[in-house]
């Protein structure tokens, strides 16, 4: 029997910014900030806050492989966005993916 390689992290998480891309409604947000992580390798962490019904959500996207679609230098503090999150897990959100880019400049 044949099994299929398990998918790596950063599979499952394009997988999951497909998705959004497709099926998540848009809110507006707000940068928080950007963080260099000193991980290995390095990563670029996007933190951002939004609202839906009423809930206030504070959350962050590893940017580190979109950053030829953002200029990560206009990204600070109080800047506005848009945000696609899941309707049904309104936690599970994102401000950037391959072919939809919530920063504004």
């Keep these: ?5 398990p998918k790596t992290a ?3 998480e394009r997988k ?5 891309s497709e ?3 848009i809110t507006d947000g707000t940068v ?5 992580l000193p991980s290995e ?10 609202d839906v019904a009423g809930v206030s959500y504070e959350a ?5 492989y979109l950053r030829q679609w953002i200029n990560l230098h206009s990204c600070r503090l109080g800047v506005p ?9 309104p936690g599970n959100s994102m401000v950037v993916s391959e072919g939809w880019i919530g920063l504004r400049q």
């Design 23 to 25: 099926v998540g409604r």
């Design 10 to 12: 950063d599979e499952l």
């Design 16 to 20: 999951r910014r497909t998705w959004l």
């Design 60 to 64: 962050s996207q590893d940017v580190t």
């Design 32 to 36: 928080i900030d950007v963080q260099e």
């Design 41 to 50: 390798p390095p990563a670029t962490m996007l933190i951002y806050q939004y």
């Design 81 to 89: 966005s848009s945000v696609k999150y899941d309707p049904h897990n």
């Design 1 to 5: 029997m044949f099994r299929r390689k």
